[in-house]
């Protein structure tokens, strides 16, 4: 793989951009490669510079679910482009994507567009606080909402102590009010609520994580949830910005059949654009500015050419109705990788739903985080570079999701797997 036109972009771009990345995990941190930078896309493939073709695992870290230059999204979007691309003023678009995403996700009565999932959990937590008026915030260790500082947090020292600042900048002040619990323990859970039982605003959580690599809830783990919210008067947020319109069309509230209060969606329902949302019930949504006295605002909020791209992708996810062939195909995935890990004797763990999957190098079940760190991540950076070499783009790094696209073929996926039976053969 010659990859030299990148390696000079990298070193010229490392000169004027951190990292040379606008997005930290794009560098390749930790891998024995460089990144390759992307030219084009088309279907299930990328090409980059030096005109290297990869299979696409990655689909733009989710959004991608009908493939790279789908056509209808196209279309729709040049549309658009003739029609102008931004008014500051209320638009049709903005309606028919919020009228969409409220008829599908049962439990939301109304809806608020942003530019990112970043600012669709930092607005749905200020939220929670302003409706409850009260301060904490629960969130689960490995789980990811984006960089708003009341979310760069970890768990203190000792169990029950509050959240600390995972990054310079973010002032321990803020931190102390986030309180870390794990996830798939709801034990841990109660604690924090036994020890702040008048104050938690409300729980944050990836129903199904995928900031650790794709983990299922065990143990009705959110109904769990949903009866500590209720007992304690909290607030339930499920931050769908990765799930959403992956693991399954309805939401993780149909799938687990648990409601949650308020829902943070991204990634695929801006159709390749930049997009976030939060939505939920009625009563609290309407504390929101302008009818209420939690402010929110944003200048590119419910942009038209990101509403065209969202609404035509769900749009044509309704019709398509793509999530049992998409899941299918992971399931073959699943059988491949299990034959060849029996083959050699290994026993490593591949975590799945819908159109998202990971293949852990751990043998044995990875239902929590402290499973994920047990990984062989030196065996993963390994593999890394043997499914480059062969053409195959997977995220760098075993805290990630795999996706699978409507344009992914059989034999994609074949070539995939076979990729992966050689690599321990080889190893
Ligand atoms: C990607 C992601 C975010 C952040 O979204 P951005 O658009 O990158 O700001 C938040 N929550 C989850 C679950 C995500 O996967």
């Known amino acids: 793989m010659n990859l030299q036109r990148s390696k000079e972009l990298f070193d010229k771009s490392q000169k004027c951009i951190p990292g040379g990345v606008n997005s930290p995990v794009r560098s390749f941190k930790g891998m024995e490669i460089s990144p390759p930078f992307i030219k084009s896309a088309e279907g299930c493939y990328i090409i ?57 996700y049962e439990s939301m009565d109304m809806i608020r567009m942003v530019c ?12 929670a606080r302003g409706y409850s008026k009260k301060e904490k915030i629960i969130k689960f260790n490995g789980c990811y909402h984006g960089h708003g500082d009341c979310l760069l947090v970890e768990a203190g020292s000792g169990a029950l102590t509050h959240g600390e600042p995972n990054s310079p900048g973010v002032l321990a002040d803020i931190a102390k009010h986030t309180l870390v619990a794990e996830y798939n323990d709801i034990s841990s859970v ?26 299922l809830p065990q143990n009705d783990f959110l109904k769990n949830l949903r009866s500590l919210c209720d007992k304690y008067n909290s607030l339930l947020i499920f931050d769908e910005v990765m799930s959403g319109f992956r693991a399954s069309f ?38 929101i500015s302008p009818i209420g006295p939690v402010y929110q605002a944003g200048t590119l909020s ?6 065209t791209a969202g609404l035509t992708t769900l749009n044509k996810l309704k019709s398509l109705n793509p999530y049992q062939d998409l899941s299918n195909s992971v399931k073959e995935m699943a059988k491949d990788i299990k034959k060849t890990n029996s083959k050699f004797g290994k026993n490593y763990c591949f975590n799945h739903i819908g159109s998202m999957f990971t293949l852990f190098f751990y043998e044995g079940e990875v239902t929590k985080k402290s499973d994920v760190d047990k990984c062989d991540f030196t065996l993963f950076s390994k593999y890394f570079t ?42």
């Open 48 to 104: 980059d510079e030096d005109n290297n073709t990869y299979i696409d695992y990655v689909l733009s870290w989710g959004p991608m679910i009908l493939g790279h230059g789908d056509k209808d999204v196209k279309d729709a979007i040049g549309k658009q482009l003739n029609l102008g691309t931004s008014f500051g003023a209320p638009t049709l678009l903005e309606l028919q994507l919020a009228q969409e995403i409220l008829d599908i």
């Open 386 to 427: 043997f499914m480059m070499e062969r053409g195959i783009y997977i995220a760098p790094s075993q805290y990630e999701a795999g996706f699978v696209s409507v344009c992914h073929t059989s034999q994609d996926l074949e070539k995939t797997a076979k990729s992966y039976y050689d690599f321990l053969q080889q190893v």
């Open 190 to 215: 109660e604690a924090l609520f036994k020890e702040n039982p008048d104050n938690i605003a409300g729980i944050i959580v990836e129903p199904i994580p995928g900031n650790m690599g794709v983990l």
């Open 250 to 287: 309805n939401g993780a509230e149909k799938l687990f059949g648990v409601e949650p209060d308020l829902i943070t969606l991204g990634k695929v329902i801006g159709g390749g654009l930049p997009v976030g949302a939060y939505g939920g019930k009625r009563d609290i949504m309407k504390e």
């Open 116 to 127: 990112s999932g970043t600012e669709a959990t930092m607005s749905a937590i200020r939220l």
């Open 302 to 307: 419910g942009n038209p050419l990101a509403m």
